[in-house]
């Protein structure tokens, strides 16, 4: 799980949200305390700089999905 604070989206938090999705694929994200139109832009500033995509969204947790390059896990249907 990513955790983004109130220093928003982070180099470091891209960084760590990169290696995640490598390992994971799907993975959830998690953004307490920031207001709602706050967490609309980091979330959408997050998956155009991970090129990842936002399937799912309830309350503060998000989930962001990219497959990965060379042996994908989940299997997207056609």
């Known amino acids: 799980m990513i955790l983004i604070g109130n220093a928003g989206v982070s180099p ?3 960084e760590e949200t ?9 993975i959830k994200v998690r953004l307490p305390g920031l207001p ?10 997050l998956a155009v700089r991970t090129q990842s ?10 989930t962001l999905y990219r497959a990965h390059p060379k042996a994908p896990r989940i299997l997207l249907p056609a």
């Open 12 to 14: 470091g938090v891209v």
């Open 18 to 26: 990169l290696r995640a999705l490598h390992d994971h694929e799907l």
């Open 36 to 45: 709602r139109e706050a967490r609309d832009a980091a979330l959408a500033d």
């Open 53 to 62: 995509a936002l399937v799912g969204r309830i309350g503060h947790v998000a």
